[in-house]
């Protein structure tokens, strides 16, 4: 009887020793790879995660990209549309001159000619208010980006801005130069003003959702980090301790051996 359990014993100290040194094996992959997932079968929850979340973040980069470039879009319309404030502002200037009676017919003359100047280049610059070839000034919606990531979901931003007139649309050489275009002016300033308005609002919200989608994207790869990279603390313990039972494993061995080995000697006396 002693022998048969002395035997058991070997072979059940035998089979632990494999598992430790299977365990020892992965923590040495884990803290040499800095990874947990070492092989197809191990943690295959937190693959099946990571997976998904890579997939996101990859998603997620190209939707910050996309928010990054309607922030240019309308940075670069809204500095436009200032320029135009600014024409409206230099033909309330006009106007006031033209209301002088001592405004010569000459004076009133190149007061026609700056207002012709100043409406082409008012044409020149609502004909030009694009980003890559797209127009921003049109009327309808349509000219949109997708911002966020299909895996975690996305926002539309529409970066249309309105329609701005082919020329200033109600003030007129004849009425600047005689200083009557006061209620005309105004109805010019109001359109490019509504529209500015309508650019600023919609930068805010492509910048909103730009610095969304970045702090998205930075908390997603801290999160990947504590499914993927190894615990370095906690593996080091796990190294420590199954080195220590892989060495007592090997010492139970030796004992469980020589019990053996000590009841055939004393059958053999």
């Not at 600014?86 to 001592?102: C, H, K, P, S």
């Amino acid at each position: 009887m002693a022998t048969l359990n002395a035997h058991g014993s070997f072979y059940r100290i035998q089979d632990n020793i494999t598992r430790t040194q299977k365990s020892l094996g992965d923590n040495m992959q884990r803290l040499s790879s800095g990874l947990k997932n070492i092989s197809a079968g191990s943690r295959p929850g937190d693959v099946a995660v990571v997976n998904s979340m890579t997939s996101g973040i990859k998603t997620l980069e190209y939707g910050k990209a996309n928010a990054e470039a309607g922030v240019a879009a309308l940075e670069m319309a809204v500095a436009d549309i200032s320029r135009l404030s600014d024409i409206i502002t230099r033909l309330y200037e006009m106007n006031q001159i033209g209301a002088n009676v001592f405004t010569t017919t000459d004076d009133k003359a190149m007061l026609k000619l700056e207002f012709a100047d100043l409406s082409a280049e008012y044409k020149r610059v609502g004909d030009e208010i694009k980003y890559r070839g797209q127009d921003l000034a049109q009327a309808a919606a349509g000219l949109t980006v997708e911002v966020g990531s299909v895996v975690f979901g996305t926002v539309t931003l529409d970066l249309s801005i309105g329609t701005i007139g082919a020329s200033i649309g109600n003030a007129t050489a004849t009425e600047v130069s005689t200083g009557g275009a006061g209620a005309n002016l105004k109805k010019d300033k109001k359109l490019v003003d509504t529209i500015r308005l309508e650019a600023a609002s919609k930068y805010n919200m492509a910048s909103w959702h730009a610095m969304h989608a970045a702090n998205h994207l930075a908390a997603t790869k801290i999160e990947v980090g504590n499914y993927r990279d190894v615990d370095f603390a906690a593996e080091t313990s796990e190294l420590a301790k199954n080195q220590i039972i892989a060495q007592a494993g090997t010492a139970m061995l030796a004992q469980a051996n020589a019990q053996g080995q000590g009841v055939l000697a004393l059958l053999q006396t």
